[in-house]
């Protein structure tokens, strides 16, 4: 049995892959804590791991980012990623060093397992190997190590191989590092200093590099090839499981069988607050479609407008009787949603242009299962989403390529090879 610490930022994106991790840990036997917000509590006990809370400073309700974080009001592009970064994922390191620290006071951990965005684990890592448990990262997003194959993360650009390439990676990772990441930059060399007295060993964004090693949520069909890699990366698959809703099924579920195509459109379980970003957009772009476009909005009020005839719509879905039913899905990027049509072999369009949702529909399209629609001042055309939808349809290279990538995915070891990672870093340092 190995004592694991999981570390993850409040953020629903961010705790529910982790929280399915740590059901599969406790179930292999593992004693685990789990250190995140106070609304998560029910959550990580649900699963049978000892919650930790955060400091105070450290935590905020995810639910409405504008209000707990007032400053990205307003805030777009590249601004906005800057501001988010510096201020919802920076800021708070220091509070969660603190917090990793009383912990391993109280019991000593035999790995630290800590989310991509997790910063407290970057100031961990500055830390001589000997004077800190073995750190793990969990890959809950794209992979972004930094390297000179790719284009800088969060930017959303596929790789371009070949020498010019690479000059092209590394003239974009010098402005980038000049004009984008600068202040994060300095601040994180600066709380580094002060906090642990040791340098920062790496880009901010870059941290995850001098883990111990680095548990990817994915498969290698599914992230850019890196020829220089620094950290072992273990491609487990994904791992996160879709409960079923409670309630009945709603009352149109028996039209999915009417023979029409089945779309579905998601806006994710978070970013849902309104449904005039992609759900509603969707279901009048394709209107005149000879398809049937089904949607939940993810516990929010249905909306009381009149629907397209063909369109249905539910609080919440059963993914595990919709997806093998669907012949393409319209998402807003989410790593876990995009997965679960690839694990189901559906062909998707991606749209997602914000945080790592424009990493994760780069990849979309780079994979070739699906399509990528990047929005113009803030929107997608209503008509663009009908060309995608008609595309994933009519060409069949796409439903191949993502029942390949569902091929891998159902080959990938998933929990087991969790399980494995984190019992050979404890063995290695033994020895």
């Known amino acids: 049995m190995l004592s694991i610490l999981i570390c993850c930022t409040p953020v629903h994106g961010h705790v529910a892959p982790s929280l399915a991790v740590a059901r599969g ?18 959550a990580v006990e649900a699963v049978g791991a000892r919650w930790l809370p955060l400091p105070v400073e450290a935590d905020y309700d995810d639910r409405d980012m504008d209000a707990s974080f007032p400053g990205r009001v307003g805030l ?37 397992l800590a989310e991509s965005m997790f910063l407290g684990a970057m100031l961990l890592l500055c830390r001589p190997a000997d004077e800190r448990p073995r750190v793990a990262g969990l890959g809950i997003v794209p992979l972004g190590l930094r390297s000179r194959d790719t284009a800088p993360f969060a930017l959303g650009i596929p790789p371009l191989p ?16 000049r004009f984008v990441f600068a202040e994060l930059q300095r601040e994180g060399e600066r709380l580094a200093r002060e906090l642990v007295g040791h340098p920062l060993r790496s880009p901010v964004m870059d941290y995850p590099s001098t883990a111990d090693a680095i548990i990817q949520l994915t498969v290698p069909e599914f992230e850019y090839p890196r020829s220089d890699l620094r950290v072992p990366v273990h491609f487990v698959g994904p791992v996160a499981t879709t409960p079923a809703p409670a309630g009945d099924l709603p009352a149109w579920w028996d039209d999915l069988a009417d023979g029409r195509p089945v779309i579905h459109v998601t806006q994710g379980t978070v970013a849902n607050a309104d449904l005039d970003d992609l759900i509603m957009p969707t279901m009048r772009a394709l209107a005149d479609r000879d398809v049937l476009v089904v949607a939940s909005t993810g516990g929010r009020e249905i909306p009381a407008d009149a629907l397209p005839a063909n369109a249905r719509i539910a609080p919440y879905l059963p993914y595990d009787r919709l997806f093998p039913l669907l012949a393409g899905f319209v998402t807003n990027g989410g790593y876990g949603g995009v997965h679960f049509a690839l694990a189901h072999g559906v062909p998707i369009v991606a749209t997602g242009n914000t945080e790592d949702k424009s990493e994760v529909s780069a990849r979309v399209a780079w994979s070739g299962a699906g ?8 929107a997608i055309a209503p008509d663009a989403i009908a060309r995608a939808v008609d595309r994933i349809l009519a ?7 993502a029942a390949r990538l569902g091929t891998a995915i159902a080959a990938a070891p998933g929990m087991p090879g969790i399980d494995e990672v984190l019992r050979g870093l404890v063995a290695a340092r033994a020895l």
């Not at 179930?27 to 029910?42: K, N, P």
């Not at 070949?162 to 590092?177: E, F, K, Q």
């Open 25 to 42: 840990l406790v179930a292999a036997g593992h004693d685990v804590r789990f250190l995140t917000g106070v609304r998560y509590r029910s």
């Open 76 to 112: 777009t592009g590249v601004a906005g990623a800057r501001w988010d970064l510096l201020h919802i994922f920076l800021e708070p390191a220091a509070a969660q060093l603190r917090a990793v620290d009383d912990a391993l006071a109280v019991q000593q951990a035999d790995v630290v």
């Open 395 to 401: 060409e069949p290279s796409y439903r191949t390529h």
């Open 371 to 378: 399509v990528r629609l990047q929005p113009k001042h803030g």
């Open 162 to 177: 070949g020498p010019i390439g690479r000059l092209r990676n590394r003239m974009m990772a010098w402005s980038t590092d």
